[in-house]
């Protein structure tokens, strides 16, 4: 036993000098002049390759030299900054736990780690030895088949053991339904940037709404000067574009983040005259890209799918005639033609501004109306509008033909497939309480689009949530404006690639479906959930703190239908931004799990009534990992910040 022992302490030394070795060999060369200031200390971080965040390694750096009245540090100084910052005392019980001499884990012991905590089940054996040559920084280490610490930090810090499910970063689910089976990532007035009555206009709004996987587009068409119709928020103060440029943007950037479909959902205002220039700059400059043609049979039964459309951009807008009329004057000159559809203008005892009424209506007129019920109310007045639309861009539209909404009944009676809706949020408020059956039947059949209220005049956002709850494909929101309803739209287009498009669950695509998200019955498919909240890792020190610090508590959200919908709060860990640890654990039950997301958010207590904002990170609850998971964290708008995070323990079954 003694020898045992013996053979152990001296495994143990050797493993000690080689990490030692391993680390003096990067750091020697900076110290030839016996002392380091910050700056360098900064560059020998980076030569270590682990990410840090600069205000806190300032902060460590600053207690280290207060102690002594100077601004440089020795080796042994520089060491425990490193230790500081990097090693954290959370991952090494846990790889003390499995290592039997506590200084390395042998390939059996990762083997054994990743079944039990991690949950890797297959191939476990040949992924041990993967995460040892692709996070194993010493040589010799590597070479014995082994990790070190070192080695562990690095893959328990690495993108192999985030949250979101790896299976769930690239394009898993079935593209091959129609389209009408997709919830779609999806923009309102894509082209402002800030408000909705003054500041500017941006092509930036394309570009940065394209970038995150937007599928699509909204395009607000007035007429422009010298017969070159322009985008801007009409009857406002927004600045204008050109609608060229915006083209060419969409041209550009269409399929930089995904290669699915693209959806321009026109809101045309332009005379005869200037929908035809529309038509000629959309087949000029988008080319091949844009669709002119069906791709199936004729007539149209059911829309294509994600796959078939795949690098093809959509007109969505209003069209005269049928799509097997398009087809039939393929080839033929319409230039100068034009063919009339109804807008029908209701006046009724239950009305909501429509979204593109006049924020500063020009007369009487100009404003538009239109009913909340779904079946038609009792009218007061009822008149029907003509409008002139050029059939050069008419035959553009193929599968996304807009078509007003006039109740659930009519639709099933009269509506063609590649005809498609556009609700405001009030009405569709307003279905989501009463009529939640029906609106599921609809949106299993035509894609249907829901717009923030008029009187958002500031961008603000509505509660996705709700409506996707109910089918609704097209649920577009201010990209713009931060704030949770962004956060739930990012974390749910996360799901698929981040490809734009997600399979909706077999109970909103069924026709059949008697899905009702307040009292979901057989639907039922419930989930029980546990979170460990172990620690925090170089939190986003506090806007409101001179000294680097926060006093930071975890809340822990569940979004999804009304029976879902949870919060749980940790506890709050005084004045560390650092390294706060918490060891707390939360459990959900999820009835319908298909539609759930949930949302990590960190935050400064500043008063106990009042939390300041650090960071979140939200996704689909079916796109949690198991084990042992870090959670990165983003900004109010969206960036990143690394390497800022949390560290958790996720089971559920």
């Excluded at 600045?239 to 269409?254: E, G, M, R, T």
């Excluded at 959670?631 to 800022?644: D, I, N, T, Y």
Aim: glycine share 4%; proline share 5%.
């Amino acid at each position: 036993m003694s020898h045992l022992v013996k053979i152990v302490a001296e495994v143990r030394l050797f493993l000690n000098l080689i990490s030692c070795t391993w680390f003096l060999n990067i750091i020697q060369d900076d110290f030839m002049d016996g002392k380091i200031d910050l700056d360098s200390t900064v560059k020998l971080l980076e030569k270590l390759h682990m990410p840090f965040n600069l205000a806190h390694v300032k902060h460590v750096f600053k207690k280290t030299v207060d102690k002594r009245k100077i601004r440089t540090i020795n080796m042994e100084d520089f060491r425990a900054i490193y230790r500081a910052i990097v090693h954290r005392n959370e991952f090494h019980e846990i790889f003390c736990a499995y290592s039997q001499n506590h200084k390395c884990l042998a390939d059996t012991e990762l083997t054994e780690f990743l079944k039990k905590e991690q949950f890797k089940t297959e191939d476990a054996e040949t992924t041990a030895l993967e995460v040892i040559l692709k996070y194993e920084p010493i040589d010799e280490v590597r070479k014995r088949r082994q990790l070190s610490f070192e080695g562990f930090i690095r893959y328990m810090s690495s993108e192999d053991c985030i949250i979101f499910k790896k299976e769930h970063r690239t394009v898993y689910q079935d593209m091959n339904h129609p389209l009408c089976d997709y919830f779609i990532s999806s923009s309102h007035n894509t082209y402002l940037v800030s408000h909705q009555l003054v500041g500017p206009s941006d092509l930036n709004g394309y570009i940065s709404a394209l970038l995150k996987g937007c599928r699509c587009l909204e395009i607000d068409c007035w007429d422009g000067s010298n017969n070159d119709p322009v985008v801007y928020h009409g009857h406002t103060l927004t600045s204008k574009l050109s609608f060229y440029s915006v083209i060419h943007a969409v041209d550009k950037y269409a399929f930089a983040a995904s290669d699915y479909p693209v959806v321009l959902s026109l809101e045309n205002h332009c005379s005869p005259k200037q929908q035809e220039r529309m038509a000629q700059y959309l087949l000029n400059i988008l080319g091949d890209k844009l669709l002119t043609s069906t791709i199936g049979d004729i007539p149209v039964t059911q829309l294509p799918s994600p796959e078939a459309l795949k690098f093809k951009i959509l007109v969505k807008n209003k069209k005269s005639g049928t799509i097997e009329e398009t087809m039939l004057r393929k080839g033929q000159d319409s230039h100068g033609e034009t063919g009339e559809v109804s807008e029908e203008e209701i006046t009724s005892s239950d009305e909501e501004t429509d979204e593109k009424a006049p924020i500063y209506p020009k007369s009487k007129s100009s404003k538009r109306k239109s009913e909340v019920r779904s079946s038609p109310p009792p009218r007061k007045k009822a008149k029907t509008k003509k409008m002139k639309i050029a059939i050069e861009l008419s035959d553009l539209v193929i599968y996304t033909k807009s078509e007003k909404f006039v109740s659930f009944e009519h639709s099933i009676t009269h509506q063609k497939c590649y005809e498609n809706n556009s609700i405001g949020e009030v009405k569709a408020q307003k279905f989501v309480k009463h009529a939640a059956n029906q609106f599921v039947s609809h949106t299993s059949r035509f894609i249907t689009r829901i717009y923030p209220k008029g009187t958002r005049a500031d961008s603000s956002n509505y509660n996705p949530q709700e409506f996707w709850n109910v089918g609704c494909q097209m649920v577009a929101l201010n990209f713009q404006t931060p704030g949770i309803p962004m956060e739930l739209q990012n974390g749910k287009f996360l799901d698929n690639g981040g490809c734009g498009y997600i399979l909706k669950p077999e109970f909103l695509r069924n026709r059949n479906s008697t899905f009702n998200p307040h009292n979901v019955g057989r639907y039922s498919k419930p989930i029980s959930l546990s979170i460990r909240l172990i620690s925090g890792h170089q939190l986003p020190p506090s806007n409101l703190s001179k000294s680097n610090k926060a006093d930071p508590l975890v809340q822990i959200e569940i979004y999804g239908v009304p029976e879902d919908q949870a919060k749980r709060k940790s506890s709050v860990i005084k004045s560390n931004a650092l390294s706060p640890r918490w060891d707390e654990t939360f459990s959900f039950t999820v009835q319908v799990p298909e539609l759930a997301l949930i949302r990590f958010c960190v935050q400064d207590e500043i008063s106990l009534i009042a939390n300041d904002f650090l960071g979140q990170y939200t996704l689909p609850l079916l796109s949690l990992s198991k084990g042992y998971c870090t959670v990165p964290l983003f900004s109010k708008r969206g960036g990143k910040l690394e390497p800022a995070s949390l560290f958790v323990y996720v089971w559920y079954y």
